[in-house]
């Protein structure tokens, strides 16, 4: 058996190393996929709110792909679990998609109007984020949480305030949110601003009749002769 020297070895040690230390950055620019173990714990840290993990994972997990778990990307999480270091850190993030759905729907924009986070829902606008789109809208939900100060952000920045959700879901319209929800002060709010409350939904119900069948005979009496 031939012999070699580790000092004869030592340039072909030194080579295979250096190739496989040229390997790992290759391999990202390529955009080798990340393995479902770090996938898992790149959203585990999104909903502990460990930016510093996020913030090195990024370099090799894409922020716009929907957890396989949970169903929802990055953004959308993070802001469901009230997760502001991560959001601030997903924000700063180039090529981050504010549009990227939950796989029910939900955007960033909605989630953080159903949060009740002012915050984030002022630097998602400053951003550019959708705030009207066919089906469920952002102001669905601040209606349906009952948030005034949302809705009229929402409002003041063009959400459509009588976009009906989905057929498949009764195609209420934001102010039937409010109604079923017993949100008087957000039903005012919305026929002040406008909204219709003689449209109705694929039950053929009125905002009036929605209230009422919830139970809130308050908001049913005052959507009898709305005064805006």
């Keep these: 058996m031939m012999r070699v020297s580790v ?19 290759a391999a990202l620019a390529q955009g080798q996929a990340p393995s479902g173990a770090e996938v898992a714990r790149f959203f585990r840290s999104v909903q502990l709110d460990d930016a510093g993990t996020v913030k090195k994972m990024l370099a090799s997990v894409n922020p716009n792909q929907v957890n396989p778990v949970g169903g929802e990307p990055a953004l959308v999480q993070a802001l469901r679990e009230g997760a502001m270091k991560v959001v601030d850190v997903l924000l700063a993030q180039p090529g981050i998609d504010l549009e990227t759905p939950a796989m029910n729907g939900n955007t960033a924009l909605m989630m953080a109007a159903y949060q009740h986070n002012a915050p984030a829902v002022t630097m998602l606008l400053a951003r550019g984020a959708q705030v009207t789109q066919p089906g469920w809208t952002a102001l669905h939900y601040a209606a349906a949480a009952g948030d005034d100060a949302i809705a009229r952000q929402l409002l003041d920045h063009g959400a459509a305030i009588d976009a009906p959700s989905p057929p498949a879901s009764g195609k209420f319209t934001p102010l039937m949110m409010a109604a079923r ?38 908001i049913a009496d005052a959507l009898v002769n709305p005064a805006k």
């Design 181 to 218: 929800e017993g949100d008087d002060r957000t039903v005012q709010l919305l026929l002040r601003a406008g909204a219709d409350p003689a449209l109705r939904n694929s039950e053929g119900l009125t905002a009036q009749q929605i209230a009422a069948r919830a139970g809130h005979q308050f």
């Design 7 to 25: 000092k004869a070895a030592m340039p072909l040690l030194l080579s295979a190393c250096l190739a496989l230390a040229l390997a790992a950055p």
